[in-house]
T-cell receptor, first 114, second 112 residues
Framework: GDSVTQMEGPVTLSEEAFLTINCTYT??????LFWYVQYPGEGLQLLLK?????DKGSNKGFEATYRKETTSFHLEKGSVQVSDSAVYFC?????????????FGQGTELSVKP | DSGVTQTPKHLITATGQRVTLRCSPR?????VYWYQQSLDQGLQFLIQ???????AKGNILERFSAQQFPDLHSELNLSSLELGDSALYFC???????????FGAGSRLTVL
């Protein structure tokens, strides 16, 4: 079945460092791809999304490009801040084959030090 | 505030007991999803309802059941609780853009 694999954490960076969190997926159809973020003690919030190949999602300085040829959706940010410390989840949704539910990766914890 | 309301925020109970978690979706959203988040299993999809009808089922145990009421709120019932059921339970809702889910803050269940 469909699945999402993320790089393992935790990832620890200094403020203003470059961030990459790798995400690859397996899907039988043509899924939409998402990054959600979970701040400590809170629920998940949608960070960005892309609905078709070569789409780039972006928000709050974060970007990810839907790469069908490599089945990847890596999250990047050029300069992280302490406030970016959170757990990041890559997810896919295949409404045609799987309904509206999201299938999540295992999450990657990011810790940004001042 | 995401607009998805979950109660209770925290719940502590004993093995063998039964609990009910409640979710009110965002205004206008017809779909409700339940997820379980635990350290060892990550985020697992449990079940989805659309306008009162069950739409999809995931890794939901037989001891668990859910329903969505005419006012669109949903309840997740967990019975014969075991230690391993301790987890965060999230509800999410979606509207016309069916693949964009909005999550509630979660209900943390601790089974002692």
């Amino acid at each position: 079945g469909d699945s999402v694999t993320q790089m393992e954490g935790p990832v620890t960076l200094s403020e203003e460092a470059f961030l990459t969190i790798n995400c690859t997926y397996t899907a039988t159809g043509y899924p939409s791809l998402f990054w959600y973020v979970q701040y400590p003690g809170e629920g998940l919030q949608l960070l960005l999304k892309a609905t078709k190949a070569d789409d780039k999602g972006s928000n709050k300085g974060f970007e990810a490009t839907y790469r069908k040829e490599t089945t990847s959706f890596h999250l990047e940010k050029g300069s992280v801040q302490v406030s970016d410390s959170a757990v990041y989840f890559c997810a896919l949704s295949d409404p045609v084959n799987q309904g509206g539910k999201l299938i999540f990766g295992q999450g990657t914890e990011l810790s940004v030090k001042p | 505030d995401s607009g998805v309301t979950q109660t209770p925020k925290h719940l502590i109970t004993a093995t063998g007991q039964r609990v009910t978690l409640r979710c009110s979706p965002r205004s206008g959203d017809l779909s409700v999803y339940w997820y379980q988040q635990s350290l060892d299993q990550g985020l697992q999809f449990l079940i989805q309802y659309y306008n009162g009808e069950e739409r999809a089922k995931g890794n939901i145990l037989e001891r668990f059941s859910a329903q969505q009421f005419p006012d669109l709120h949903s309840e997740l019932n967990l019975s014969s609780l075991e230690l391993g059921d301790s987890a965060l339970y999230f509800c999410a809702s979606s509207g016309l853009k069916a693949n964009v889910l909005t999550f509630g803050a979660g209900s943390r269940l601790t089974v002692l």
